[in-house]
């Protein structure tokens, strides 16, 4: 195994980070304007059962950051192998995003899909500084699971999920 203990090459850095399995995530917010954000986030994580608390964590780069920042509310999408060239889309700075994917608005006009693995509705609690990233921590107001299985992330692809280990 590479020793990256001293002396951290990003490179290593990074693969060593890929070699970690994840769920993905489209994440939707609609701005002051009206117009609508999202991106793709394999960083989602429970946080707290109570109160209900998840979490994302958004990079300070991101064209989409200051929305998320400003807004009282967005959305988690939990995605399925169907969903993997929209996820792709939402990574691609530039891109008319919403103009893909069958979306469905809420009571507050938030993007969601309907035909996601899960579907987590909530309010912006607090944005915590870390590196370049910041961490939007939300409150699950409204959650709702779906037929799907979730796609998984791991080395740079997206994989459908293996069988039961045990
Ligand atoms: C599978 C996958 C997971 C990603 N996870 C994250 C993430 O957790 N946080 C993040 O800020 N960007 C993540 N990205 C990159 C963003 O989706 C991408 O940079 C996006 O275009 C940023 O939004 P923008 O178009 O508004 O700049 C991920 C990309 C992929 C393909």
New binding site residues.
């Given amino acids: 195994m590479t020793d990256v203990s001293h002396d951290l090459d990003p490179a290593v850095f990074r693969s060593a980070l890929s070699s970690f399995p994840s769920g993905?995530t489209i994440v939707t917010t609609r701005g002051e304007d009206g117009t609508l954000?999202g991106?793709?986030?394999?960083?989602?994580a429970s946080l707290s059962l109570d109160p209900p608390l998840v979490l994302?964590?958004?990079?300070r780069?991101?064209?989409?950051?200051p929305v998320f920042l400003a807004a009282e509310r967005f959305v988690v999408n939990v995605v399925t192998p169907s969903h993997a060239e929209l996820?792709?889309r939402?990574?691609?700075?530039?891109?008319n995003k919403f103009a893909y994917g069958t979306f469905e608005f809420d009571e507050q006009g938030h993007p969601l899909l309907p035909d996601a693995a899960a579907v987590l509705r909530c309010e912006l609690e607090q944005a915590v500084p870390g590196g370049d990233?910041v961490i939007l921590i939300g409150r699950v107001r409204e959650a709702r699971t779906g037929e799907g299985k979730p796609v998984m992330?791991y080395r740079g692809d997206f994989r459908h999920l293996g069988e039961r280990a045990a």
Avoid at 39 to 44: D, L, Q
Avoid at 56 to 59: I, Q, Y
Avoid at 90 to 95: I, L, N, P, S, V
């Fill in positions: 993905v954000h991106f793709t986030a394999s960083s989602f994302v964590c958004l990079d780069g991101a064209t989409c950051f996820a792709t939402f990574a691609t700075k530039g891109e990233h992330w």
